[in-house]
């Protein structure tokens, strides 16, 4: 059964940072593209960062390049989210997906991603 799973969201103060992790089950995850999106109350589902199959491109939204890091553990076969200079307006649910392949000119939607998680709560507060 194919399954990802989201973890370590929760509160934090502005400044501060956080590790989420997506644990995959039931498929090799190396072998697939991975990204990050993550919605707020109200508000349509967003990009947030994607990791393609080689693991040797990413790709990541305005709002959180160079403060935000997508890597990859095979070992774990898991997916994580670096998140650090956390602001309130990252507050939302964060979900993770995959999709076999973004191709070389990712454009930051989430046509194409599946077997999305849970999802789990980042709250930044001010």
């Known amino acids: 059964q194919v399954q990802l799973v989201e973890s370590g969201g929760g509160l934090v103060q502005t400044g501060g940072s956080l590790r989420l992790s997506c644990a995959a089950s039931g498929f090799d995850f190396s072998y697939w593209s991975a990204g990050w999106f993550r919605q707020a109350p109200g508000k349509e589902r967003d990009f947030v960062a994607a990791?393609?199959?080689?693991?040797?491109?990413?790709y990541y939204a305005d709002s959180v390049k160079g403060r935000f890091t997508i890597s990859r553990d095979t070992a774990n076969n898991a997916v994580y989210l670096q998140m650090n200079s956390l602001k309130p307006e990252d507050t939302a649910v964060y979900y993770c997906?995959?999709?076999?392949?973004?191709?070389?000119?990712?454009?930051?939607?989430?046509?194409?991603?599946?077997?999305w998680g849970q999802g789990t709560q980042v709250t930044v507060s001010s």
């Open positions: 997906a995959r999709k076999f392949d973004i191709g070389t000119d990712y454009g930051g939607t989430t046509a194409g991603f599946g077997s």
């Open positions: 990791l393609d199959r080689s693991s040797r491109r990413t």
